[in-house]
């Protein structure tokens, strides 16, 4: 199977404080793969390791056949803009925009011309079956709704990769298993991996395979 | 940057934006209506010479007159003599150069303060002309004639045609004038040709007694000259009339304004800028909060691939524009205030050396004084300079929101709570 992403004995420190110790990953192309472990196990800063949001105080992530580790900031901000989806258990929409341009803001800085990255963002949100919500901004919409906006973002740059922080954590079980079921059809439809970092049993047993963390260590 | 982005951020968070922009406006407010009000008051010390058209004035003391009787100069204008007169003309800066010769004449039973002067002069006292009230002003080559002042005539029911007689010599009324028109400097009650006051002074025993009066001499100068060399020809005018010499400029008319007029004329730019900075520091302060309470959403920006060089030109454009508007809204309350301000007067004292009266005549010791508007405005410079103030706040806010934007790290603000 085609390797989207690996991480290579990843270590990161804070201070006298190892919160990923010697971890080691492969998530393959069209997976959904659940990392679970407990509040203070280092799942989240795994995941922010992979996505390049932290450096790495050792060990190596590569991204298909691209080596991330040593990477700048804004290399690695342009790399997530182009390859990677992220989404947060928070949502993070910008309060002042429509979900519209929410879905296209990644795309913002981009040379993207306006028709087009709202052309891409209208599928987007179709995708995710808030087509008619477009127009509206965040505080108009429900929970659920603000993730699926979040997932439709997350979409813009048709990624192979899409990490997920908790992407049930803020929302009620009904609207937690909407957004697992939207997860497998867009695997099933446009192949795209995911990494749900969770503590939910319930999320994890959708996953096609789940790598526990405790201590900062895969057991 | 992204201007619908930009649009929304501004408009929708509109509490945020309207206090930024309304600290700028009032930075801006302030500054440009302390150097409008400086530049009202820097103009309102000009009037008494821009009245008469010019930049400066020269005379020189003398002595006290020994006796009150007949023709005698008052002891701030005593003769300059022809060569004095003709070198100040050459001074470097000098446009055009007027003489007067102004004096007392005490009669048996009557005063009169006479001025002779040029009237071909297109300023000092030829800028009397403007003023006539009825008859005719004079020419180059009357003689025996006078023009009367139209309080004096008044006062003393003169009319046109009749004689005014001084030391015996007879003149002519053939016009009344508004002496109002001269800024109240040398204001006679009676105008001759320069050549006739000249005659009579070069034989009135109590001139000759304290001076060294010349036919040709005069005692009052009116200079134009270019602004930039003014100072210069003040100097000038000064080293050449020697100890005794009173060179009078619109920087010595401002002294006159006193210590308000001083303290705005010399800090009127610090406390300005002092009051410009603080606002800015205030939409700095204004900015640093918006970018605290959007840590998350730059985490977020940084997150979706936004690289550093795209939020801080976001930022800043938001930033541009709350500068820019602050700024035109501050120059329209300035407009404001300035508008208010020229409702106001500024009454400019003119020394009794410019304007001598016999002080034991009634009214001899009365200060006399140019009333004129307050002309406080906003020059397009004026408008130009707080716009690029407003650019610098701005500018401030650029240097300083880099370095704040590169503290925020993405993976700590947007943890899972």
Known sequence: ?219 | MNVSYLFRELTRRSSRTLSAIFSVAIGITLFVSLQAYAGGYREAARAPLSEVGADITAQRQGDVPEGFTGILFPHSVAPLHRDEIEAIAELPGVEGITESLFFWSFEEDSFVAGLGFDPAADFGHGRLRAGLIEGRFLDVDDSGVTLVDASYATQNALSLGDMVIIIGNSFEIVGIVDTTRTGQIANANLYLPLADAQAMSAIAPNVLAVHDMRPDDANLIFIKSEQTQAEAVVAGAEAILGKKALVSSAESFGEQLGALFDIIDRFGVLVGLVAFLFAAGILVRAVAAGVWERRREVGMMRAVGWEKKNIVRQLLGETLVIALVGGLVGLLLSWGVTLMMSQATVTVPVPWELSPSPHFLPGGAEEVAVVVPLNAKITLELALAALGLSAVAAALVGLWLPGRIANIKPAEVLRSE
């Open chain 1, 1 to 219: 199977m085609n390797k989207v992403i690996t991480a290579k004995s990843l270590v990161k420190s804070f201070g006298t404080v190892t919160a990923v110790d010697g971890m080691d990953i492969e998530i393959n192309a069209g997976e959904i793969v659940a990392l679970m472990g407990r509040s203070g196990s280092g799942k989240t800063t795994a995941m922010h390791l992979l996505a390049g949001l932290e450096q790495a105080t050792s060990g190596k992530v590569r991204y298909q056949d691209k080596e991330l580790s040593g990477l700048d900031e804004d290399t690695l901000a342009l790399w997530r803009r182009e390859n990677i989806g992220l989404v947060f258990q928070s949502f993070h929409l910008i309060p002042t925009l429509s979900a519209l341009e929410n879905v296209a803001f990644p795309l913002y800085p981009s040379d993207i011309s306006v028709t087009e990255r709202t052309k891409r963002a209208e599928s987007r949100l179709e995708m995710v079956g808030l087509a008619d919500r477009a127009t509206h901004r965040p505080s108009r919409l429900s929970g659920g709704e603000q993730q699926r906006v979040a997932i439709a973002r997350a979409l813009i740059n048709d990624p192979d990769l899409i990490l997920a922080d908790e992407p049930t954590g803020n929302l009620d079980s009904e609207t937690g298993k909407e957004i697992l079921a939207l997860f497998h059809r867009l695997r099933d439809e446009a192949g795209v991996a995911f990494l749900i970092v969770t503590h939910d049993d319930e999320v994890a047993e959708t996953a096609d395979r789940v790598i526990r963390m405790k201590d900062g260590k895969i057991i």
